[in-house]
C-alpha cells in the first residue's frame, strides 16, 4: 500500500538555525498538509497546501514557517530561524481530494529537537 | 470554533476487556468524524471513519457510531488484545473550506496481558 514517507526520523538542530523537513506525499495526491504535535499534547493543524499555493494556514504558522513543493514528489517544511519551542514531532500528511469525508493520510513523522 | 474533547487516559485494561474511549465534538456544520491510532515510534494511522449522522465505521474489532444528537463518536471494541496498547485520537474535518483535521488530545490504552 502507498504511503507518506518522511525524512530524517529524528532531527537535532541548534537554536537560530535553519532546518527543512522533508516528505514524499502518496504519488496520485494533490492535498497535502503538515501538523505538529509537541510531547505530551494534541496534534496541531500547521498549514494545507494545494495547486501550489497555501490553501489555509494556523497562527502558529508564523513568518518563520514556510513549505514548498519544489519538484513533482517532494513537498518541505522550512523553519528560518528555530527556537526551542518549535521541538515537536512533525508529521506531513496528503489526500486525494480536500473534501471532508475522504481521510488523510499521515508519515511517521520527524521528530525536530531544538537545543 | 470546532473541537474535539476525549476522555483523559491513560485507560489500562486486561486483555479481552470491553473497551471504551469517549469522544464528544463542538462544530458548525455536519462535520466528518475519525479515528487515527498512534502505535510507539509510529506516525497516525487511520483506524475508521463516520461521514454522517448514524453512520458507524469499523476496522479491526473496534466501531464507532456518529451520534449528532449528542454530539458524540465513542470508540468501542469487544476483547482488547495487548497489541492494541496505543494512543488513539479522535478527529473531525469540517466540511467547507479547506477541511484540516481537528485532534483530540488523545487517550492512551494500555492493555496488559
Known amino acids: 500500500e502507498p504511503e507518506v514517507t518522511q525524512t530524517p526520523s529524528h532531527q537535532v538542530t541548534q537554536m537560530g538555525q535553519e532546518v527543512i523537513l522533508r516528505c514524499v506525499p502518496i504519488?496520485?495526491?494533490?492535498?497535502f498538509y503538515w501538523y505538529r504535535q509537541i510531547l505530551g499534547q494534541k496534534v496541531e493543524f500547521l498549514v494545507s497546501?494545494?495547486?501550489?499555493?497555501?490553501?489555509?494556514k494556523s497562527e502558529i504558522f508564523d513568518d518563520q514557517f514556510s513549505v514548498e513543493r519544489p519538484d513533482g514528489s517532494n513537498f518541505t517544511l522550512k523553519i528560518r530561524s528555530t527556537k526551542l519551542e518549535d521541538s515537536a514531532m512533525y508529521f506531513c500528511?496528503?489526500?486525494?481530494?480536500?473534501?471532508?469525508?475522504?481521510?488523510?493520510?499521515f508519515g511517521d513523522g520527524t521528530r525536530l529537537s531544538i537545543l | 470554533g470546532n473541537s474535539v474533547t476525549q476522555m483523559e487516559g491513560p485507560v489500562t485494561l486486561s486483555e479481552e476487556a470491553f473497551l471504551t474511549i469517549n469522544c464528544t465534538y463542538t462544530?458548525?456544520?455536519?462535520?466528518?468524524l475519525f479515528w487515527y491510532v498512534q502505535y510507539p515510534g509510529e506516525g497516525l494511522q487511520l483506524l475508521l471513519k463516520?461521514?454522517?449522522?448514524?453512520d458507524k465505521g469499523s476496522n479491526k474489532g473496534f466501531e464507532a457510531t456518529y451520534r449528532k444528537e449528542t454530539t458524540s463518536f465513542h470508540l468501542e471494541k469487544g476483547s482488547v488484545q495487548v497489541s492494541d496498547s496505543a494512543v488513539y485520537f479522535c478527529?473531525?474535518?469540517?466540511?467547507?473550506?479547506?477541511?484540516?483535521?481537528?485532534f483530540g488530545t488523545g487517550t492512551r490504552l494500555l492493555v496488559s496481558p
Open positions: 497546501f494545494y495547486n501550489n499555493e497555501i490553501s489555509e
Open positions: 500528511a496528503s489526500g486525494t481530494t480536500g473534501t471532508s469525508n475522504q481521510p488523510q493520510h
Open positions: 478527529a473531525l474535518r469540517r466540511n467547507t473550506g479547506f477541511q484540516k483535521l481537528v
Open positions: 462544530a458548525t456544520g455536519y462535520p466528518s
Open positions: 463516520a461521514t454522517k449522522a448514524d
Open positions: 504519488s496520485n495526491h494533490l492535498y
